[in-house]
């Protein structure tokens, strides 16, 4: 995916990237209450890990509400990433797909974080 320093013309997936090399991208992500990602899109499979869940809407690139992601604190996810679209493989909402190209918006409560892994 992309660095931080090009968020600005081309969102990445994260907040901040944490790591990268030959194989894989980590990349930590905070969203606080009430705020939404840019439109952005995903690559590469990934997956990730809830460290402080919430209520995620998802809209396509149109600003269509494609659906609402409830994300458990501690919650696990695995994504795959094929044709333009999104696909939940984990136990946790398995079989939900969404465009790859999309925006999110947290509408709990609190803060949420995850740390996010993409697979080159």
Same mark, same amino acid.
């Given at each position: 995916m992309r660095n *931080? *320093?090009?968020?600005?013309?081309?969102?990445?997936?994260?907040?901040?990237?944490?790591?990268? /090399?030959? &194989?894989?991208i980590v990349w930590d992500f905070v969203l606080p209450a009430g705020a939404e *990602?840019? =439109? #952005?899109t995903h690559d590469h499979s990934y997956m990730w890990f809830a460290v402080q869940g919430a209520p995620l809407q998802?809209?396509?690139e149109h600003g269509n509400d494609v659906g609402l992601f409830p994300v458990p604190t501690n919650g696990i996810f695995e994504l795959k990433v094929q044709d333009g679209t999104i696909e939940v493989m984990s136990?946790? $909402? &398995?079989?939900v797909k969404v465009p790859a190209k #999309?925006?999110? &918006? /947290? =509408? $709990?409560?609190?803060?949420?974080?995850?740390?996010? =892994?993409?697979? &080159?």
């Open positions: *931080t *320093t090009e968020m600005a013309s081309e969102p990445g997936v994260g907040s901040r990237k944490l790591f990268e /090399n030959d &194989k894989v *990602t840019p =439109v #952005h998802i809209y396509d136990e946790i $909402g &398995k079989g #999309h925006k999110a &918006k /947290n =509408v $709990g409560k609190e803060d949420y974080r995850e740390i996010l =892994v993409e697979w &080159k």
